[in-house]
């Protein structure tokens, strides 16, 4: 590989990581100021439902696409705490309760799946949590949400809106919802670390709960 492939990729990436950041320092926007950081929603939400006075609480996860993988890693991450967690869908999945907890996202605000999946799990007595980038959503997945994860980032229907806009392009950007996907993948991966800490797990602990079926 040439240096000059390099130095094009090393920008792109500086680029990428750069606006992925850029999601996570605080805004003075009305909207940002009026939501906590996602990050302190998720936790608290993950840490009532662990603590919660039945021992059999459980965690769900439900997203559709790439928003549904991000959301199935960090089911993964959440086994490893020690935690009964489990992504919708899956043919073991156990019914929702009272004390359980549903995590979904919806990028754009809404989307016919998760809007029914949400509505079953709050009708079942489980909280729900919504993360997503449009709080101002309409939808039932946002109206049926006990607690909003505000993440201001691009979705895929922010990117149909702006499509032949005037406004001068980034100098990379990524296509359709890619930016609000990789912010939930890095927004998971410090939500672990902060969990790993509050449920007091170390990375041996973890490691002990990862599958030797591979």
């Known amino acids: 590989m040439s240096s000059s492939s390099h130095t094009d ?11 992925i950041r850029s999601i996570f320092i605080p805004s003075s926007s009305s909207s940002s100021s009026s939501f906590p950081p996602p990050i302190d929603v998720l936790l608290s939400e ?16 439900h997203g559709v696409g790439r ?64 993360i997503t ?8 997945a946002r109206r ?6 505000y993440l201001p980032a691009r979705t895929m229907a922010d990117d149909e809106e702006k499509e032949g806009g005037s406004g001068a392009p ?13 912010a939930l993948f890095v927004l998971f991966e410090m939500l672990v ?5 509050v449920l007091g797990q170390s990375p041996a602990q973890l490691r002990s709960r990862h599958t030797n079926l591979e």
């Not at 009532?48 to 039945?54: D, I, P, V, Y």
């Not at 509505?119 to 007595?125: D, E, L, N, P, Y």
């Not at 980038?133 to 039932?140: F, H, N, T, V």
């Open 9 to 19: 990729a090393e920008t792109m990436a500086s680029q990428i990581l750069d606006q």
């Open 67 to 130: 928003e549904g993988l991000m959301l199935r890693a960090l089911c993964m991450r959440l086994y490893h705490l020690g935690l009964s967690a489990h992504p919708i869908g899956d043919v073991t999945t156990p019914p929702a309760s009272p004390g359980d907890l549903l995590i979904a996202s919806a990028g754009p605000g809404g989307f016919s799946t998760v809007d029914a999946i949400c509505h079953v799990a709050r009708s079942a007595g489980a909280r729900v949590v919504l």
């Open 144 to 149: 049926c949400a006990d607690a909003i994860a």
């Open 133 to 140: 980038a449009r709080p101002e959503s309409e939808s039932e």
């Open 46 to 61: 993950i840490s009532l439902a662990a603590s919660s006075s039945s021992s059999s609480a459980r965690i769900f996860v």
């Open 193 to 197: 670390l902060r969990l790993a800490e």
């Open 170 to 182: 980034l100098a990379v950007r990524l296509p359709m919802g890619s930016l609000y996907e990789g």
